[in-house]
């Protein structure tokens, strides 16, 4: 993947950029007659990349739209877990304590697919297939399973695979328009640098005009007025990720101008997630456990220390309260349980 070549975020930098080009038609004179590079056509040329750059929808564009399409593939797949806890219901009503039958439908495959799409488009197709015939048909419509139910095994499968993909496609098209978005922003960030250099030998004999094209603030050097080169920029705290709302989260840094937020599987090789000025970003489906993650803040002077965090589900479960029993749906209630991914409800006869 293309790296920025700048640590400011895409939305501070072409702010920056725009103020650039403005500054630098207020002095085009003295830029031209430094160098020949910057006479015509370089301010309509800038102008023109500073706009391809801001046509591309923002990094926040893009992850909240993603969101909205990982959210329609939950939304698909909780209707889908309902449903196979339906179907196994009826098949234990025809075939009591049938392991065969349970297995026919793969049963015993349904925890592994639970947050798995791909598993439970799979399984969804199974089901309709196994449902759907001869052998099991009839059967299923005595234990209450009717030709509906059947046939919604079919549409979910279908509208799991839609929406599934829809998501799929829109994540490499955000990968793409990432790449793209950095090529166009570091082509702006060139035209920068060279306005910037030549400034401090045009307007060498005034800071003001100087400080006018700098690319970074300048940094405080101490406290009480002393001279001496800055510290290195703090790492992240408080890294963790959210499991209930499948985000990566950790404090802001004192002087920190954007994040590197990183993954990998081996603690060795690492792959970028995300970049920019947000102190969180939004997984989408779970993590899978064993993902090392890393992030790092940064400023103008560099990168800081990388804060780790290895994504372990170690963590205990407090078991539900105010189960209460609801004649009318009929079923039963109780509260929701912090991290808890699924209940179980089991019944016993006296």
Known sequence: MVSKKFSKSFDDALTQAYLFHTNFNLNKDEFTNFSSIFQDPFSENFEEMIATADNFPTFEDDQNDQAIYTLQVEETMAKARNHFKKLSFSIDITWPNSEINQRAFRMNQFESARQMPQKMINLLQNAYSKANSSTYRDGLLEGGFDEDDIDLLEGLENELTERYNLQQDFIQQTFERTEQRTIAFNRVWDEMVKISNASKLIFKNSPAKIETFLLYPELSTGTGG????????????????????RTVKWNSVSGATSYKLEKSDDNTIWDVMYEGENTEYFTGEMLPEHKYLRVRSRNSQGMSVPALYNVVYNYILNGPTNLTHNPALPGFTWDAVTNATAYEVQLRLA
């Open 226 to 245: 002393g001279s001496g080169g800055s510290s290195q920029i703090s790492a992240p705290t408080n890294f963790r990720y959210d499991f209930a709302e």
